[in-house]
């Protein structure tokens, strides 16, 4: 059956150069403390969490990289609706402020996996596939 009505348009969340600028900063630095400084300058910038929780990830750490990655992504939520997301639709990992948050819900699925939460994983990985199955892609492949 054909679904007759329209896809909802793409959500595109608003840049934060300041925040970009910072966690460039913070890549630079390479540490845990300056990651953390970015979250807590920013705390709605997804990106930061995002990149805490795959340093956490990295070292093992699977229950601080759950809870950044948790973070980030209703933080991110909250930046959707704010942006006119309905709870459906796009949102392009093309574009790149989309990007912090879809790292998060990747992130989380992972971690949710790791910690025996399959309903929420697989929750996470579909609802990343409905916002754009090029980051599932892109975010796997890392």
């Known amino acids: 059956m054909q679904n007759l009505l329209p896809e909802p348009p793409a959500t595109l969340l608003p840049a934060n150069e300041e925040a970009d600028a910072a966690l460039a900063a913070a ?6 403390e300056a990651y953390a400084d970015v979250a807590a ?3 709605a910038y997804s990106a930061a969490w ?3 929780a795959a340093r956490a990830f990295a070292a093992g750490q699977v229950i601080p990289a759950y809870a950044y ?3 980030g992504y209703h933080r991110g939520l909250d930046q959707l609706r704010r942006s006119g997301w ?3 639709g796009p949102v ?6 989309n990007r912090g948050f879809l790292r998060c819900l990747y992130l989380l699925s992972r971690a949710a996996g790791e910690i025996g939460e399959a309903d929420e994983a697989a929750r996470c990985a579909q609802f990343l596939r409905d916002c754009d199955p090029a980051a599932g892609d892109a975010l796997a492949s890392h």
């Open 86 to 88: 309905k709870g459906h």
């Open 69 to 71: 990655a948790r973070t």
């Open 41 to 43: 300058r920013f705390p």
């Open 92 to 97: 392009p990992w093309s574009h790149k402020p």
């Open 27 to 32: 890549a630079q630095q390479d540490t845990d």
């Open 50 to 52: 995002a990149a805490l």
